[in-house]
């Protein structure tokens, strides 16, 4: 066999193994960091928004959602909903809005990507609001 046939062939099997090792790459990180793994409503009584950040600044919220969780059976604890949010419009809004019984859109992502914020849970808008009663208990959810 000739070695430039040879040569050749060794190229092109390089040629189609960057191919696949590129195109792997990319679907990865499309995965990982860029689809939409899901997506619905919570509601719960809005925590905090802020502001922090040391490069990136992004906003990020938690939320008490009623009802109590028990990871390990012999403690209770509340369920918190703690999330990142991209649009500053929606973050303002949410500013305004501390204590408030709220019902948020959020989109889940597999992967955390810094000018995203610390979450992988992403709010993009306010939905429903409505105010906390006084003197009247959230419904328990077990």
């Known amino acids: 066999m000739d070695t ?13 193994t960057l191919a696949i090792v590129v195109i792997s790459l990319a679907a990865f990180v499309y995965v990982k ?5 899901g997506e619905g409503v919570k509601s719960g009584q809005l925590n905090f928004i802020v502001r922090k950040g040391y490069v990136f600044k992004t906003y990020e919220g938690r939320m008490i959602q009623a ?3 028990s990871p390990t059976g012999s403690t209770i604890q509340s369920n918190e ?3 990142s949010v991209v649009d500053e419009e929606v973050a303002k809004v949410l500013e305004l809005k501390s204590g408030k019984i709220l019902d948020l859109h959020y ?3 597999l992967g955390v990507l810094p000018w995203r914020g610390v979450s ?15 003197g009247e208990d959230p419904p328990a959810v077990f």
């Open 120 to 134: 992988k849970f992403v709010v993009n808008e306010v939905v429903g609001e409505r105010d906390v009663v006084s």
């Open 81 to 83: 909903f703690e999330f």
């Open 33 to 37: 960091y860029f689809f939409v793994f």
């Open 107 to 109: 989109k889940e992502y």
């Open 4 to 16: 430039t046939n040879i040569k050749r062939a060794g190229r092109r099997v390089f040629r189609w």
């Open 67 to 69: 009802g109590y969780r």
